[in-house]
């Protein structure tokens, strides 16, 4: 696997294909659940009923390069804020992790939008 990935290399628009804490039934209620990364590594998200905006960066560590990001939205239409990562596992598959400030976290895998 080619450890030195562009970071331009994530943008667009990723599915979730998995979440750690829901099923496919909840994190695609609304739409089809998805991560949109604009080349500055900024973008939006929705799964479920959870929607919002984040601000990212790019940082490497060691041989890894990942877009670390927080983010603020709406949970069931309440204010909602958090953080969260993501690392590309090969050019089609996305690995994330987006965490809710002082409550869940869940880990993802996202496949590319083609």
């Given at each position: ?9 994530f ?14 039934e ?89």
């Open positions: 696997m080619n450890r030195e990935i562009k970071a331009s290399q943008t667009g628009k990723w599915h979730i294909i998995e979440m750690e804490m829901w099923d496919e909840y994190f695609n209620m609304e739409v089809q659940a998805y991560f949109k990364i604009n080349k500055d590594h900024n973008g939006n998200f929705q799964f479920g009923l959870v929607s919002g905006d984040f601000d990212g960066e790019k940082v490497k560590e060691g041989a890894d390069e990942k877009i670390e990001f927080t983010w603020e939205g709406n949970d069931e239409c309440d204010p909602a804020s958090g953080s969260g990562r993501l690392k590309l596992r090969d050019h089609e598959t996305m690995e994330g992790k987006i965490k809710f400030h002082e409550s869940d976290s869940s880990k993802f895998l996202a496949k590319r939008v083609k």
